[in-house]
């Protein structure tokens, strides 16, 4: 296919994501109080996932060179590193536990996940993996061999001409070989989403409210955002691929426009995210409650 619907998708994802960002420029994110950003606690766990960006960056660099390869390393660095990072942040969580004798004031609300990750957070986070998944599963199913055998390697239409209809293959095609691996690393990451969320919720509450709020409010944002981002930076590139790699022959047929929509949608999750990453990991959270 023509760079044009991809450019189309492109631009569109770059509107909608500077739109994001100035309506954050404008609103923001409301903030912990000072106390709370500030306590021993958050600290803690900006010091943890300071530690798994690092490590993370180092387990994807030697995984690409000493494993896999550029190929499928490329394809699999963001959702590796996110591993990484959120089982970090997983254990961070587990670990911060209220002094010992320290009078605690419980809260009178029983947190639930939603409330530690937030009720849009988390939506957006589940329609990200959701519609990432479903651009792997088209990929998966509209592949076929390349002309080396490998399956999934290739996209076959039909097209015709003067003289006949043609065979048209046209590769790379993110067909089972690619995205089998990324829709498995893509649920372990939401398993360990789901682990962290619940360790943050049910963990003893930490003396001060205000505090214990804020830390549950950072922990959870930041995990579901980080997988919402993972979902966002694997599916938009790999939909802008299969944009390209369609042949123009065989027209647009209706999956290939599902496919463009679903880029565009990717690309606004990726802008939310980073905006909601960075301002919850600067201190200007949404405390939990």
């Known amino acids: ?15 909608a994501g500077a739109l994001s960002a100035r309506h954050m420029r404008g609103h923001g994110v409301p903030d912990g109080t000072s106390t709370a950003s500030g306590s021993p606690a958050v600290a803690r766990y900006r010091r943890w996932i300071a530690v798994g960006v690092v490590a993370g960056s180092v387990t994807v660099v030697l995984g690409v060179l000493l494993l896999t390869g550029p190929g499928m390393g490329l394809v699999l660095a963001p959702a590796v590193f996110a591993v990484v990072v959120l089982t970090t942040s997983a254990l961070a969580v587990a670990t911060v536990r209220p002094r010992q004798g320290a009078r605690r004031r419980a809260p009178l609300d029983t947190g639930t996940l939603r409330s530690t990750a937030g009720p849009v957070h988390l939506a957006v986070a589940l329609t990200t ?5 479903g651009v792997l599963v088209v990929g998966i199913l509209t592949g076929s061999p390349d002309d080396l055998g490998r399956p999934g390697q290739a996209v076959t239409v039909f097209c015709a001409a003067d003289d006949g209809l043609h065979v048209i293959s046209s590769t790379p095609w993110p067909g089972i070989r690619y995205s089998v691996p990324l829709l498995t690393v893509l649920a372990i990451c939401t398993l360990i989403v789901l682990g962290a969320l619940i360790l943050a919720t049910k963990r003893p509450v930490l003396p001060d409210p205000e505090a214990d709020a804020a830390f549950r409010g950072l922990a959870g944002r930041t995990v579901t955002c980080t997988l919402t981002f993972t979902a966002a930076v694997t599916g938009a590139p790999i939909a802008l691929g299969m944009l390209s790699a369609y042949p123009d022959c065989a027209g647009t047929p209706f999956f290939l426009w599902a496919v463009a929509a679903a880029g565009v949608l990717l690309v606004c ?6 905006g909601q990453i960075g301002a919850a990991l600067t201190g200007r959270i949404l405390a939990a409650r």
């Not at 296919?1 to 509107?15: A, D, E, K, N, Y």
């Not at 993996?129 to 998944?133: E, L, P, S, Y």
């Open 1 to 15: 296919m023509s760079l044009v619907l991809p450019l189309v998708v492109i631009v569109l994802g770059g509107i």
């Open 129 to 133: 993996v959701a519609v990432t998944a």
């Open 269 to 274: 999750s990726a802008v939310f995210a980073v």
